[in-house]
């Protein structure tokens, strides 16, 4: 074999090898306009939106800074506002920190608040039903329904764990009367590199065999939980755009110390999955400017700080991601699908 | 003319000197005395946004008002009291981070009988009341301000939150924001069994 012949072996062995080792898939995840709408919001935040059955959207505005202005609003399918469902409060069928909405089977909408209570509200905004969360009691920051299982998971953060260092994540699953039936912790103990308790923001869904993923917003971690059994899966989420908060005692945390830091990190704000993708935005608290990391089901990452048109608010069952933009109209509410951009067949 | 030098004192320049020196000094301890005041004041003020306390013009409304209690019935606090009493003021939304709290005034109920321990329990109904009373093991009554105005007319800055107060004269001895960590709980039972005893 003359030398020309064996550097063109050599050759020929690295670009195999760098076609079959490197990732395909990461350059290969893109997004792609299905539709759009237009709400006519001009005011307040589009922090979550739900697909009802009956074409109109649900949407869920919650600003910490302006909490008596927090909604859950009906959307036509003209973008009109057509009702708002309760209102701000503590009491039964109110909402005093609106973290998260689910839409039932029937089309029943589900507010999880923090102030540790569960309302069904009707579409009609009529209220059927209020849950006190206490046995055992914690803040809600997310309600995920599997109807398919008759259960619910809620997650949130042990108020009593709130200045452990080993984190106070918590999810439990109740039936959908209300009684609970078990917990689903601890999550992850070697994750957590101190307590990072005032920014914790959990937030989860299911993929279609019921099983739990979940992130909380100061961790690069995303934890596929598996219900029959129990067990908890970490998979790092790489990503360069995310900042973690820094690790700060809550005793120490003023809001003059939040608003000068609160511009320098990011969170992982939500997760998706649609069926075969999962999805977890990356935010910063006071920007728009989104990046997704995107997973297999099997927790493989895809795609790392995929640039996204907002902030991802929802999925729809489609598979489709829901993302919000502000304009001087309104607020734009893109329907996006994950593709493959010339995937290998 | 002479043309002598003038007489120079020793240590009459170090002297000029150490008097600048000292100006200096003086200036600023004042501006760091100015700094102080200055912080100390946003600070105050800082506390009085988060703290204000709640207003005793307000009790004897508490103690007279008509109010449903978790076991049913209609009761006047007023009624239930003794000369001493430690309102417990919340809503069913912060018994996951008061629950140690709670423990806390069984506690003080037990050390203390002379000092009746109640409930008011705002922003709920009576089934909930009765709920987050079974939940939690609260062995106090607890009367419900269902729509906060109680508490709104008290001036109650956030909950739970703590007063230790004087039914005949209707003052507050003492009042508690919540509790956030074992030591702040264990200086509230200190001063609380301490009530009455120096």
Known sequence: MT??????????????????????????????????????????????????????????????AKEAAQALEIYGLDGRLKKKIGRFGRGPG?????????????????????????????VQGA?????????????????????????????????????????????????????????????????????????????????RSGRVFMVDGPLPVLWRIEPTTGAVLR??????????????????????????????????????VVAPYVVVSIRKPTSEVTHLAVF?????????????????????AAGNLLFARKTPKGFEILEQKIVRAGARK | VSTAPAAVLPGDGRARGGGAFYAACIVALLCCTAALAWQTVRLRKALDNDFSGADPRALPALL???????????????????????????????????????????????MRPDIRVVGLMAHTNADEARQTATNFGISFPVLVDADGRLLAALRIPKTPWKMVIDTRQGRIYFQDPPSLTALERQAFVDRITRLGRE
């Open chain 1, 127 to 207: 209220v059927r039903e209020t849950r006190l969360v206490q046995r055992p009691g914690f803040p809600v920051h997310d309600l995920a329904l599997d109807e398919a299982r008759g259960v619910y998971f809620l997650a949130g953060c042990d108020g009593e764990k709130m200045e452990s260092a080993a984190g106070c994540e918590t999810l439990h699953r109740y039936d959908l009367k209300g009684n609970y039936q078990r917990s689903f912790l601890p999550l992850d103990l070697k994750t957590r590199p101190l307590s990072t308790a005032a920014f914790e923001v959990f937030s989860m869904d299911l993929d």
């Open chain 1, 235 to 272: 998979f790092a989420v790489k990503s360069k755009v995310f900042v973690p908060p820094p690790a700060i005692p809550l005793a120490q945390i003023t809001k003059e110390w939040l608003s000068k830091t609160v511009s320098t990190f990011s969170r992982l704000e939500q997760v998706e």
């Open chain 1, 296 to 316: 297999d089901t099997a927790g493989r990452q895809l795609a790392v700080d995929l640039p996204a048109p907002g902030p991802l608010v929802g999925s729809t």
């Open chain 2, 64 to 110: 007279s008002a008509p109010l449903p209690s978790a076991a049913g019935r209609t009761v006047r606090l007023g009624d239930l009291l003794q000369s001493k009493a430690l309102i417990f003021v919340f809503t069913p939304g912060d018994c996951a981070a008061c629950l140690p709290e709670m423990e806390d005034l069984e506690r003080i109920q037990a």
């Open chain 1, 3 to 64: 030398l020309f012949q064996r550097s063109l072996a050599l050759w020929l062995a690295i670009f195999v090898g760098w076609a079959g080792i490197a990732s395909p898939q990461e350059a290969r995840i893109g997004l792609t306009a299905v539709r759009q709408s237009l709400l006519l919001k001009t005011s307040g935040r589009v922090c979550q939106v739900h697909a009802l059955s009956v074409g109109q959207l649900a949407v869920r505005d919650f600003d910490l």
């Open chain 1, 94 to 122: 109110h909402y005093y920190r609106l973290r998260d909405i689910d839409v039932s089977t029937q089309g029943d909408l589900w507010a999880a608040d923090v102030d540790m209570r569960l309302t069904r509200f009707s």
